[in-house]
C-alpha cells in the first residue's frame, strides 16, 4: 500500500499595507448553482504497472447535497490533479505524456468527455499544474512551464473554441503558489512572492535561518488578466516569518490559516491562528469559527451569507486520511460530506465550481 500523498501546503510572510477591494469580475454573476468537484486517489491492487494509480472524481451538489461519483481517470501525473465541468459533463486532468511508473517529464491538461468516453490532450510546454478550474468558455490553470530554471507558477487560461494556452502572468520572477476561486465569476485570488527572493534564501539558509519571501494577494480576471494588489505581507523586525498556508475569499475578506515566527530574545518561537483580514480597513481579527474546523488543510469555499464553511480535514495523522466537511455556523455542527478511507484512499483536491 503507498504512502498518502499529502495536500499541498502554501506559504506566505506578514503585516499588511494594502487598499479596499472592488471586483474585477463585475460583468460576471455568481447566481449560479454551486458545486464542488473532488479528487480521490488509490491504489489498484493487483493490476499492471499502468493501472497502479487511478483517481475517482466526485462531485457534491450544495444546494441537494448529494454526493456522485461521475468517472475516472488514470493517475500518472506528478500530483493527481481532476475537476468535474457538470454544464459540458467533461472532467479534465493532468496526466503526463508518458504510460506507466510516473515519469517527472511534464505533466498536461487532459479531458475525459464523459458522454462519449473519448479523452484529448489539450496542452503542450507544461511541466506541473497545480489548479484546474473549468468555465464557459475557459479552463484556468496554476501551471509550471517546461525549460524554464527553477520551479515557477504562473496563471494560464486555455481557450475552449481555440484550444489556445495564454499565459496571464505578468511578471516572471512571481510565483503563484496559493488560489481561491469566486465561482460563478472569472475571478481568481492568488497569493505571489518573489522567485529569484526564494531561491536567494535557500542557497544562503547555512548562514540564516530560512522564512518565506515577502509575499503579495492579487485579485486577478482569469478572462481578461487584469489584476488588482490588494495587500502585502512584509516580514517586520518582531515577526520574522509568516506562513499563510491555506486561504479563502469571502465577501472582502480573506480567511487564512496562518503561522508566524517571532522574537523572543535570541530564540524564535512558532504560533499558529485562523484569521480574518478585512481587505476594506486592512484589520486583522482572529477568525471567530477558527477552533471548530478541526484538522483544516484546505479551505474549499465559505457560502455567501457566510454560514456554511467547507474544508478538508486531516482526521489522522499516523497514517494521514482526510475528510471533506462542512461546518453550519448557525446550528454549530460539522457534517461529513466524504470521508476517505483510512490507509485506502485519499482526498488530493477540492475545487468549488458553479454551472453556466
Known amino acids: 500500500m503507498r504512502k498518502r500523498i499529502p495536500i499541498f501546503l502554501f506559504v506566505l510572510i506578514c503585516s499588511i499595507t494594502g487598499c479596499s477591494y472592488e471586483a474585477l469580475s463585475t460583468s460576471v454573476s455568481n447566481d449560479q448553482p454551486k458545486y464542488i468537484s473532488f479528487t480521490v486517489t488509490n491504489k489498484i491492487i493487483g493490476e499492471t504497472e ?19 461519483e ?8 506528478q500530483y493527481p490533479l481532476t475537476a468535474y465541468d457538470r ?53 484556468n490553470l496554476i501551471a509550471a512551464p517546461l525549460g524554464v530554471t527553477g520551479v515557477r507558477l504562473y496563471p494560464y487560461s486555455w481557450d475552449k473554441t481555440s484550444g489556445i494556452l495564454k499565459n496571464l502572468s505578468w511578471d516572471e520572477d512571481m510565483m503563484f503558489r496559493h488560489v481561491s476561486w469566486r465561482p460563478g465569476t472569472s475571478e481568481l485570488f492568488a ?6 527572493e526564494f531561491y536567494r534564501r535557500l542557497e544562503n539558509q547555512g548562514e540564516t535561518m530560512f522564512f518565506m519571501p515577502d509575499s503579495e494577494i492579487y485579485s486577478v480576471d482569469m478572462r481578461t488578466g487584469a489584476h488588482e494588489k490588494l495587500f502585502g505581507i512584509e516580514s517586520t523586525n518582531l515577526i520574522v516569518g509568516t506562513d499563510i498556508e491555506v486561504f479563502t475569499f469571502v465577501n472582502n475578506k480573506i480567511i487564512a490559516s496562518v503561522s508566524e515566527e517571532i522574537k523572543d530574545g535570541f530564540a524564535v518561537r512558532s504560533e499558529r491562528g485562523l484569521y480574518s483580514y478585512d481587505l476594506s480597513d486592512n484589520e486583522r481579527t482572529i477568525y471567530q469559527y477558527g477552533e471548530k474546523l478541526k484538522g483544516l488543510s484546505q479551505f474549499v469555499y465559505i457560502s455567501d451569507d457566510e454560514r456554511y464553511v467547507y474544508y478538508i480535514s486531516i482526521t489522522n495523522t499516523d497514517v494521514i486520511a482526510n475528510t471533506l466537511c462542512v461546518y453550519d455556523t448557525e446550528e454549530d455542527k460539522t457534517d461529513v460530506i466524504y470521508e476517505a478511507a483510512l490507509g485506502f484512499d485519499f482526498i488530493n483536491n477540492a475545487t468549488i465550481l458553479a454551472d453556466y
Not at 486532468?93 to 504510460?99: G, Q
Not at 497569493?191 to 529569484?196: A, D, E, L, M
Request: aromatic share 12%; glycine share 4%; net charge negative.
Open 50 to 68: 499502468d493501472k497502479e494509480f487511478e483517481s475517482h472524481v466526485f462531485c457534491y451538489d450544495l444546494q441537494t447535497h448529494d454526493v456522485q
Open 70 to 77: 461521475v468517472g475516472v481517470v488514470p493517475y500518472n501525473s
Open 87 to 139: 454544464p459540458s459533463n467533461k472532467i479534465y486532468y493532468s496526466a503526463s505524456t508518458l504510460k506507466g511508473e510516473r515519469q517527472h517529464t511534464g505533466d498536461q491538461l487532459y479531458s475525459l468527455d464523459l458522454n462519449t468516453n473519448e479523452t484529448e490532450r489539450l496542452t503542450e510546454g507544461l511541466y506541473a499544474i497545480n489548479y484546474i478550474i473549468p468555465t464557459e468558455n475557459e479552463v
Open 191 to 196: 497569493r505571489t512572492y518573489s522567485v529569484s
